[in-house]
């Protein structure tokens, strides 16, 4: 990676991160000021916050470890903006394989920045346009077609995010069999939960996950299963034989 481009753009998302923090931190510190609302001391903010860091905490940690890899330096902006499980890394993927660029290059991480850029700006024009038309809609939205309708958002939203993990794309390699590794981890987690409830502990399963995961990659790298080829011989390779074909 052009280490001009990596400077530039990792002090541009340092920069908007800490103006991002200064927003969301400032807002709330001037309305406590004007109203003269602050918490009596900083124990009744931990006390209150205790069990939500419990929680968001280890998903948090989780997020970053598995996501930046994947979203390269649209992790500043994807973070800040949110909805990245279910919105920005599918954007991300598929921006990726549309042109044909791999992730850990320039053109891959200038175009992972440039649909998470363009994601957040529709997200923002849907969410207005929502708030707009939310009482004249709103008819329409509590009619039983649509109720019955959002009952499978949830399994239909998730579905799609998975098959868009299931291919052998993995950066400048192609990985056959990449999609097996997630078949261990799966079982683990179903049936640690059928004898141990894992509901608020998903920072913890995310983040052991992870690890059960790359021992599930290495081993098969190991044994044959999964097998890396380079896209560029791929490419050299269907020339050849389009050629002979000719």
């Given at each position: ?32 000021t004007v109203y003269g609302v602050w918490p009596e001391s900083i124990g009744q903010i931990f006390a209150v916050g ?192 389009g050629n002979a074909g000719e």
């Open positions: 990676m052009d280490k001009n481009y990596e400077t530039s753009i990792h002090r541009t998302g340092r920069i908007g991160v800490i103006i991002a923090i200064g927003f969301m931190l400032g807002i709330p510190a001037v309305i406590s205790g069990g939500l860091l419990a929680v968001f905490l280890p998903t948090n940690i989780a997020e970053v470890l598995s996501y930046t890899p994947i979203l390269g330096s649209s992790a500043y902006l994807t973070f800040l903006t949110g909805n990245v499980m279910n919105l920005k890394i599918p954007v991300v993927i598929n921006a990726q394989v549309l042109t044909d660029t791999s992730q850990g290059t320039d053109e891959g991480d200038t175009i992972a920045t440039i649909g998470v850029a363009v994601s957040s700006i529709v997200t923002t024009l849907i969410i207005v346009l929502g708030v707009i038309l939310l009482v004249p809609l709103r008819p329409l939205l509590t009619s039983p077609a649509v109720q019955t309708a959002t009952q499978y958002l949830l399994p239909a939203l998730f579905g799609g995010i998975l098959l868009s993990f299931v291919n052998d794309d993995c950066g400048e390699y192609e990985a056959k069999g990449k999609s097996l590794t997630m078949i261990f981890p799966l079982i683990l987690v179903f049936v640690i939960n059928a004898f141990y409830p894992l509901g608020g502990k998903e920072g913890f399963v995310v983040l052991l996950c992870m690890g059960v995961t790359v021992v599930c990659a290495m081993v098969m790298y190991k044994t044959g299963i999964i097998k890396m080829t380079l896209k560029s011989e791929l490419k050299a390779r269907k020339k050849i034989n």
